[in-house]
């Protein structure tokens, strides 16, 4: 099956900086990409849809200002969670969906401690 | 109500059970359901994908929609303490990729 790679797997911030996290589809074409955030013993959040070469659609209660989402490429999307703070800690998952398909394949995770 | 609805269990079986996983949904332009397996501190893996109403099997699990009630089911035959992980049902209409979610279904098989 279609393989989404998501990097780092774990990070740990200090409070007020920023961290980036990326997800790149290795064997098809992204269209659009979803990030989701996932707390402990909780269903998947979506935070945002992010279509290549456009801006990304936030979901209502996520600050696009404090979440930033680049897909500058067919195959990479980019979440950058800026000024980060202890509250941000979580599971952060992105998922990707070919063009001609309805098939969504998910990246391992994103563990963030922010500290 | 939410639109997916998935009780979250927990779930315990004896290994070589069969599990039945369900969903119910609210959305009738639901078109496109699948199922994910989630081990812990993992992404979500696709198990099952399906579109519209019936059956589709692969190995060991059997997945089934149907659109008249609104009820999605995932089956697990001869049951193994790996597929002990949540599963979580998901639906969309097909036009924008959004997925809508279940809550997920704890699962444990035990040996």
């Known amino acids: 099956g279609a393989v989404v790679s998501q990097h780092p797997s774990w990070v740990i911030c200090k409070s007020g900086t920023s961290v980036k996290i990326e997800c790149r589809s290795l064997?098809?074409?992204?269209?659009?990409m979803f990030w989701y955030r996932q707390f402990p013993k909780q269903s998947l959040m979506l935070m945002a849809t992010?279509?290549?070469?456009?801006?990304?659609?936030?979901e209502q209660g996520v600050e696009k200002d404090k979440f930033l989402i680049n897909h500058a490429s067919l195959t990479l999307s980019t979440l950058t969670v800026t000024s980060a703070h202890p509250e941000d800690s979580s599971f952060y998952i992105c998922?990707?969906?070919?063009?001609?398909?309805?098939?969504?394949?998910f990246g391992e995770g994103s563990w963030l401690t922010v500290v | 109500q939410k639109e997916v609805e998935q009780d979250p269990g927990p779930l315990s079986v004896p290994e070589g059970a069969i599990v039945s996983l369900n969903c119910t949904y609210s959305n009738s332009a639901f078109q496109y359901f699948m199922w994910y397996r989630q081990y812990s501190r993992k992404g979500p893996e696709l198990l099952m994908y399906?579109?519209s109403s019936g059956n589709k099997e692969d190995g060991r699990f059997t997945a089934q929609v149907d659109k008249s009630s609104k009820y999605i089911s995932l089956f697990i035959r001869d049951s193994q303490p790996s597929d002990s992980a949540t599963y979580l049902c998901a639906c969309n209409a097909g036009n924008n990729r959004k997925l809508i979610w279940g809550l997920g279904t704890s699962l444990a098989v035990n040996p």
């Open positions: 064997d098809f074409q992204a269209t659009t």
């Open positions: 998922s990707a969906s070919a063009g001609g398909g309805n098939t969504i394949y």
């Open positions: 399906t579109y």
């Open positions: 992010s279509n290549e070469g456009s801006k990304a659609t936030y």
